[in-house]
């Protein structure tokens, strides 16, 4: 059974920062679009972060480049989301994500269009941003 399970959100000031982990039990990160996204209040799931396991290559929305990084640990089998200079727009609950890609779909990972049915996600973890 896979199970993908947050952790790390909270509460935080604006300006401050906050690392969000995604311990992966039942599924291992290779070959695959693993990543997160969110969604405030009202408002669509939006994709933040993803990367293709197998080239680490990155995608980022606008809203977030340059504030938060994505990355994993293939030995601890987890993903983290590094959040600086956070701001109160980014309040919302944070649900990370994971679907096995052979090399050649790679490219739904450089976007928020992934994943489809037969991917896995996390519970969710929620972040508030007070300004």
């Known amino acids: 059974q896979v199970q993908l399970v947050e952790s790390g959100g909270g509460s935080v000031q604006a300006g401050g920062s906050l690392r969000l982990s995604c311990a992966a039990s039942?599924?291992?990160?290779?070959?695959?679009?693993i990543g997160w996204f969110r969604q405030a209040p009202g408002k669509e799931r939006e994709g933040v972060a993803s990367?293709?396991?197998?080239?680490?290559?990155?995608y980022y929305a606008d809203s977030v480049r340059g504030r938060f990084t994505i990355s994993h640990d293939s030995a601890k089998n987890t993903l983290y989301l590094e959040m600086n200079s956070l701001k109160a727009e980014d309040t919302a609950m944070y649900y990370c994500?994971?679907?096995?890609?052979?090399?050649?779909?790679?490219?739904?990972?450089?976007?928020?269009?992934?994943?489809?049915?037969?991917?896995?996600w996390g519970q969710g973890t929620q972040v508030t941003v007070s300004s």
């Open positions: 994500a994971a679907e096995r890609r052979a090399w050649w779909a790679r490219a739904d990972c450089y976007s928020g269009s992934w994943p489809n049915s037969s991917g896995y």
């Open positions: 039942g599924y291992t990160y290779s070959s695959s679009c």
């Open positions: 990367l293709y396991t197998n080239t680490g290559s990155t």
